[in-house]
């Protein structure tokens, strides 16, 4: 198999609503992902461009997080507004959107 | 944040069980990722070296499938008694286990 180019991880954990840390999936983590996947479909990238659902990655106070590799590039606060932005300039053009980094915090 | 030196993903997808092209849960998936988050717990690298369940990484018929990024390593047929190898030779000595790489074929 040929490794995918981009791989995108959006935390889709749920925590109780009323969890001090908050949670990916109260933030809208599945609608995120859903998100995601359509544009790349739409953008027709199948086999070297993925989204995937991940479990908690562990930054819950910043989430919605999404993480792309292999950059190491860390998103947090992401919504659905956001990812035509991510898909289009990141994962497409190869240059991260550098106001919705956490990486660098 | 810092970013986690290795992130390893346990692909966790089920699908029926007479699905022709299988799924990573049906090859013991989840008993996977448990095993990988607990050896990493006792090699103290919390922060450093994390584990995490993930959807479907279209890669069903290697199952239990597992990507290790930055590297974007991918292992196939993964089983417990696997990990310790993988964690200890991989995440913490860097050497990738050529025997279960799938990225290679």
């Keep these: 198999m040929k490794p995918f180019r981009k791989h995108l991880f959006v935390c889709t954990n749920r925590r109780p609503d009323d969890h001090p840390r908050g949670s990916c999936a109260a933030a809208g983590g599945d609608e995120l992902k859903d998100r995601f996947k359509e544009v790349l479909k739409a953008r027709g990238v199948k086999g070297d461009v993925r989204a995937n659902a991940a479990g ?50």
Excluded: F, K
Aim: with cysteine; aromatic share 6%.
């Design 56 to 105: 908690c990655l562990d930054q819950c106070s910043a989430g919605c997080v999404v993480v792309v590799y292999p950059d190491a590039v860390w998103y947090g606060g992401v919504t659905p507004a956001d990812v035509e932005e991510i898909v289009d300039r990141h994962l497409l053009g190869n240059e991260p959107v550098q106001r919705l980094r956490i990486d660098r915090a």
